[in-house]
């Protein structure tokens, strides 16, 4: 089969991904006799199609694990998807809503049933964008939050954590979302934006005279106002503490002046600040310590309720204007003033979240959080970058008890019963027949699902087998190796993933937290639908295909920091795909027509000067790349093997190569050049074979193979520095071998090639080129050269000078190694090029001017590192230098 003449991703890579799946080469072997690798995908949520964020996630996760595959571990990273309560939950209610149903009128059961079509569709979506992206998981292992498997460990961690006494159910307050009418942790709720609202004074009367008066931005919870505190310092109020208020619309109800000095602040307002237990956290605490009675005004979809008198039923729009004009009206309100806070926004659905009084269940955190902290104060599971470990030691120094119950019908029903004849709640891993303390069968199962992180926190182990530890899999891939994740999720699942592990399954879940940023656009603002800014992966994959996107967004992906993605980005990498593309094409058309070409083997002590220069720059690579993979610098291994293939491999080692296929490779010499160009190729595909892998996987599929290769390049061996994959020539120096060609060869060929085209003369039309080495021993090398820079450069005579310049008109160019000249008589028109070096002569003229005003300038001079004086210095001798070769190639001119 030939390679096709034009670069088109869409005709091989669904064929090259059904190659890999009908191989199975993907499928982790416990029993291989190899060292294991793992890694769990986290999981996407059932709620839709994945985004450009989930692109970049699972581009470095199958980055890591094609790596450890190709050096030869048993490598698994194991797929799944999450059920994600609240998130899919509302977009099913919501597809509900527009067909005018709902889900009350369908039942709890009819209601699952639509949420489990709508998974198994989006499900299918999710699955086919993986396997377009290139994910190597072990598909036959795919799991999901609600399988039966994945239900038992849930069961099982709930009850043992109960029966552990970490686990209670208790009357506190919560967060609440009136949209979705279910609590929520504190971390589904959104405090960042500020907005701008109304600070309300109004006053209370004093039994017995006088007033007190308060602000809140919330004047509906006064409704549920149940104290007034002060300082107990503060004289202005001493007098009053343990007097009582009177509520405008609660006359009969006792309100206290308490002294307080956690919450009362002599320095704020008028120091004196209404008390709402059952709406305020901090209100709540201060309830707690001075014993006081706690009312809650709201019904469950925020309104007023019956605790609210008058204004029951109203929402809280409406019962803030309402209670403005009565207060207005019976002479308590002080007026309104604009004020800048932060309400507490639910994240699924942007409605005000209302601290609310409820029984929930909760999960007391302290325990497990100290733990937890120790794996990474000691390196046990180390983060990269380590700059998060103070954001995740901050969290769990101060974390707090964990509501895990929502008021929810999809997802992890709580194992919990109560009987309805004693009052009994039993937590239990089976459903019971009757009431364990008085028998009676009138028994009900509690209502609530569990928080849809609880499981998620079990992932790690849960795929495994987990709580069945003896199982083979837990036993060969727990812990696993490496967990990639945002780190905008480090609370609600890295920290919750360690405790659990750390708890449940007697180790950490992973060694390695690779933490990335967030992928934005091209102006580093974030991506969004309201925006109109958001990025379809699936739709940048059709136009520069797969490998492309996941090459630009491993090289952006510097670990933890955003990355700015741009189509000028995506389509100076589809070019650089397609540049290899056509090197790959130009080595294969050097092959026999009948295919019986083979590398030549031990050929090391055979290699010429181009053969050493190309296998010291791979083998450069190779280090280079090697570290990169080892560090996550994916990025930088992706900007080395680019700059490697696209500069050393397709600009020069190709092209110096082309003259020795100028009569095929019957020849020992073409053959040999052949070999090592398809040697060092054969290796750079393995090296970006975990960044691009379908392109490399169907160029090397058209590679003459060596024996003992396998039949796919995603299981080869990776090329390392003990083990580069190329015969490397005794006493090898690289540096000489880089420095003979770099200043010989190339610098010559490239100079002469710069001097035809800035002045106009065709690549084919030959010329007289004289070379000046500028270092001794350079025109020895430059000798070695003569040939192959007379055919690239289609120079017609070539001789290499060490007397002064001859006095003719010229193109001549000074580099680093060698001075290039061009005699222009019969070359080019005279007054073009009389311009470019006048042109070129200005130029030079104005940084010269720049860099002497600063040399000129005592604060730099006296201010500035010396290296950065002495380069500045540097700078300005070479300028002068070159100034004055442009003088003398203009003065030939005449």
Request: proline letters at 5%; a negative charge; one cysteine or more.
């Amino acid at each position: 089969m030939s390679l096709e003449k034009a670069f088109r991703p869409e005709t091989y890579e669904s064929r090259v991904g059904k190659m890999w799946d009908d191989a199975e080469l993907f499928r982790a072997r416990p029993d291989r006799d190899a060292p294991s690798f793992s890694l769990v995908i986290p999981p996407p949520n059932v709620t839709g199609a994945l985004h450009i964020g989930h692109a970049l996630d699972y581009t470095l996760q199958d980055i890591v694990t094609r790596w450890h595959r190709m050096r030869g571990y048993d490598a698994l990273w194991n797929p799944g998807s999450d059920h994600a309560g609240i998130a899919t939950q509302m977009v099913v209610e919501r597809q509900l809503r527009e067909q005018g149903r709902s889900r009350q009128e369908l039942g709890r059961e009819a209601f699952v049933e639509e949420v489990w079509k709508w998974k198994e569709h989006y499900h299918q979506r999710i699955v086919s964008t993986l396997r377009r992206l290139g994910c190597s998981c072990d598909w036959s292992r795919e799991r999901f939050t609600l399988d039966p498997g994945f239900s038992k460990a849930v069961r099982e961690t709930f009850v043992r954590l109960y029966e552990d006494g970490l686990i209670y159910r208790g009357t506190r307050l919560i967060n609440w979302s009136p949209a979705l009418r279910t609590s929520l942790s504190d971390l589904e709720v959104d405090r960042d934006e500020p907005e701008e609202g109304e600070l309300w004074s109004f006053a209370y009367a004093i039994e017995g005279g006088g007033e007190i008066v308060v602000a809140t931005t919330r004047p509906e919870t006064m409704l549920g106002d149940t104290a007034v505190a002060v300082h107990p310092d503060d004289e202005r109020w001493k007098d009053v503490i343990g007097k009582h208020v009177i509520h405008p619309f609660f006359p009969e109800r006792e309100i206290p002046i308490i002294a307080d000095a956690i919450l009362a602040d002599p320095e704020t307002g008028t120091g004196a600040v209404k008390i709402t237990p059952a709406h305020d956290f901090n209100d709540f605490e201060c309830g707690k310590r001075h014993g006081l009675a706690m009312i809650n005004i709201l019904t469950e979809d925020a309104k007023i309720n019956e605790n609210g008198g008058p204004f029951e039923g109203l929402d809280c729009v409406e019962a803030r204007k309402a209670i403005k004009n009565e207060l207005e009206e019976k002479g308590f309100f002080r007026g309104t003033k604009k004020h800048m806070y932060a309400p507490g926004r639910c994240q699924r659905s942007g409605c005000i979240v209302e601290p609310r009084l409820s029984t929930q269940w909760f999960l007391k955190m302290e325990e497990l959080a100290e733990p937890a902290l120790e794996a990474v104060r000691s390196k046990t599971i180390r983060f990269v970058p380590e700059s998060w470990e103070k954001t995740y030691f901050h969290w769990l120094e101060n974390i707090q008890d964990w509501c895990v119950s929502r008021q929810l019908w999809w997802g992890h029903r709580i194992p919990a019963w109560f009987c309805e004849a004693c009052g009994e709640v039993m937590v239990l891993r089976e459903a019971p027949e009757a009431c364990a303390s008085c028998s009676s069968q009138r028994i009900r199962q509690d209502e609530d699902v569990l928080d849809t992180w609880f499981s998620s926190q079990l992932w790690p182990f849960g795929v495994f087998g987990w709580p069945n530890e003896d199982d083979k899999d837990f036993a060969r891939y727990y812990p696993t190796d490496v967990l990639v994740t945002g780190f905008d999720i480090i609370f609600f699942w890295v920290a919750r993933m360690i405790m659990s592990g750390l708890r449940l399954a007697g180790d950490v879940p992973f060694r390695t937290v690779l933490f990335h940023g967030m992928v934005r656009d091209a102006e580093g603002l974030k991506m969004s639908k309201t925006r109109g800014n958001a990025i379809d992966p699936a739709a940048i994959c059709d136009e520069h295909g797969v490998d492309a996107v996941r090459f630009t967004l491993a090289a952006l992906a510097s670990p933890g920091s955003d990355l700015a993605l741009s189509d000028e980005r995506l389509g100076g990498y589809r070019a650089f795909l397609n540049k290899l593309w056509n090197a790959a094409r130009f080595i294969l058309l050097q092959l026999p027509e009948d295919e019986s070409f083979e590398r030549l083997d031990d050929y090391a002590d055979e290699a010429d000067d181009l053969d050493r220069y190309l296998v010291g720059e791979y083998l450069d690579l190779v280090d280079s790349v090697d570290k990169a993979y080892r560090a996550f610098r994916y990025d930088h291994a992706s900007q080395q093997i680019y700059h490697f293939l696209w500069n050393r491999y397709c600009d020069w080692s190709i092209e110096l190569s082309k003259p020795d296929f100028s009569d095929g490779c019957g020849s020992r010499r073409a053959q040999l050049r052949l070999t090592v160009l398809l040697d060092v190729l054969d290796g750079a595909l393995r090296l970006l074979h975990p960044i691009a892998p379908f392109i490399t996987e169907e160029l090397w599929q058209h590679l003459p193979r060596r024996a003992g290769d396998p039949d796919h390049l995603a299981v080869a061996q990776m090329p390392s520095p003990e083990d580069p994959a190329v015969p490397v020539p005794t006493a090898f120096d690289r540096a000489a071998a880089r420095e003979l060609v770099a200043s010989w060869l190339i610098e010559p060929v490239s100079g002469a090639r710069a001097l035809k085209t800035g002045a106009g003369i065709s690549p084919g039309k030959e010329v007289i080129l004289r070379l000046r080495p500028r270092r001794e021993g350079g025109a020895a090398a430059i000798e070695r050269f003569r040939e192959r820079i007379a055919h690239l450069v289609r120079a017609s005579e070539i001789t290499i000078e060490t007397e002064p310049p001859r006095d003719e008109a010229a193109l001549t160019q000074v580099l680093e190694s060698v001075e290039v000249i061009i005699p222009m008589a019969g070359a080019l028109d005279l007054e073009k090029e009389r311009l470019r070096l006048e042109k070129e002569q200005a130029k030079i003229e104005k940084e010269l001017v720049g860099c002497r005003r600063k040399l000129e300038n005592p604060a730099f001079v006296d201010r500035a590192p010396e290296a950065v004086v002495a380069k500045e210095r540097d700078r300005v001798s070479s300028l002068e230098s070159r100034l004055e070769e442009l003088v003398r190639s203009l003065e030939k001119l005449g």
